[in-house]
């Protein structure tokens, strides 16, 4: 699998690039900064985008998903979190950011399959950071926006937050395999396992 990484922003946030065997095509996950510096990154290694995926509605995940995805690039984010893209301040993370016109947005719930000429990601509704915060689960490793990272977890303090779903959530993360790959939202890398044994948050659950 085609697997790569652009993080040079203000917020080290994490934009996942990933791509099946034997196919040019890449899925693009939470596009939030310089948009020309993925396409380049992209073009760098003879891939075409496909699509655009988000964990989550917060601006440092979606900024530049209208530019990214143009005029002909669907857009996928979670039911609960779509007014993130025409009225953030109606939605109610609690700050002033300006809305993101994506042109094609496809709403996503949990259990959802999306397919990318035979790469499958599955949707795993996991509220609490947002309403609509999901993980993103395929081949082997997960996506976890910004649920889990490694040694800490997500903030639910936020106005539109949930303390209670994000435990119900943290929860969910557990049953996954130890074996699992996790490439979360902001920082580096990490397994089930590893979050597992040493993340204070989750200890003892």
């Given at each position: 699998?085609?697997?790569?990484v ?79 893209l ?9 700050w ?54 490694a ?27 130890d ?27």
């Open positions: 699998m085609y697997l790569d652009f993080s040079d922003n203000s917020f080290e946030t994490n934009c996942w690039l990933l791509g099946a065997d034997g196919t040019d095509e890449v899925v693009v996950v939470d596009p939030g900064f310089s948009p020309e510096r993925v396409r380049a990154m992209l073009d760098a290694e003879d891939r075409r985008p496909v699509a655009a995926l988000a964990t989550h509605g917060h601006f440092d995940h979606i900024g530049s998903a209208a530019v990214f995805c143009g005029d002909d690039l669907p857009f996928y984010i979670h039911e609960a979190d779509v007014a993130a025409t009225d953030p301040q109606g939605w109610g993370a609690g002033q950011t300006p809305p993101v016109p994506v042109k094609d947005v496809r709403t996503v719930v949990d259990g959802d399959v999306l397919t990318f000429a035979g790469f499958s990601i599955e949707v795993v509704h996991t509220p609490g950071h947002t309403p609509g915060s999901v993980c993103l689960s395929t081949d082997g490793l997960v996506l976890s926006g910004d649920l889990v990272f040694g800490a977890i997500g903030r639910s303090d936020f106005p539109n937050s949930s303390p209670t779903e994000m435990e119900r959530s943290l929860d969910r993360f557990l049953e996954l395999p074996p699992i790959d996790v490439l979360p939202g902001h920082g580096p890398r990490t397994t089930v396992g590893r979050e597992r044994e040493r993340n204070p948050f989750l200890q003892g659950r």
